[in-house]
């Protein structure tokens, strides 16, 4: 493993925006098995070949200003899908978006016609639960 250190030294190694590169370009191959859509190899490859190039690049705050605007994209999505994971796993709860400010806002299930105030913004609004 030393060898591996020596030539990672100094260099910027691996982040969101590789570990994205990587899931794509294994996707974009999955699908480039479908003759129609050959040309997804290369699509592929060439993501392959970025995300390899980050992780070996010496340029580190260019790379780490790319993955920050990477994940001021991505972060959005990433939290969406984790609250459908928590909304769904969750049988106590109901879950209600804020018609005001967008905020998240949890309620025992099975009260009914209910007020729900936002601890947000500070409006209420009625929702069955
Ligand atoms: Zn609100």
Redesign the pocket.
């Known amino acids: 493993m030393n060898w591996l250190r020596r030539m990672m030294y100094g260099r910027y190694g691996y982040d969101q925006l590789s570990l994205f590169l990587f899931l794509a370009y294994f996707v974009l191959w999955v699908l480039s098995l479908f003759r129609p859509l050959w040309f997804l190899y290369w699509v592929g490859a060439a993501l392959l070949l970025w995300s390899v190039y980050r992780v070996l690049s010496r340029r580190i705050d260019r790379r780490r200003a790319e993955n920050a605007r990477f994940m001021s994209l991505a972060g959005p999505v990433i939290r969406w899908f984790k609250m459908r994971r928590t909304i769904r796993r969750d049988r106590e709860h109901c879950y209600f978006k804020?018609p005001?400010?967008?905020?998240y806002l949890r309620v025992p299930r099975g009260k009914g016609r209910i007020t729900v105030n936002?601890r947000?913004?500070?409006?209420s609004f009625e929702e069955k639960s």
Do not use: D, F, H, R
């Open positions: 804020c005001n400010c967008g905020q936002c947000s913004c500070g409006i």
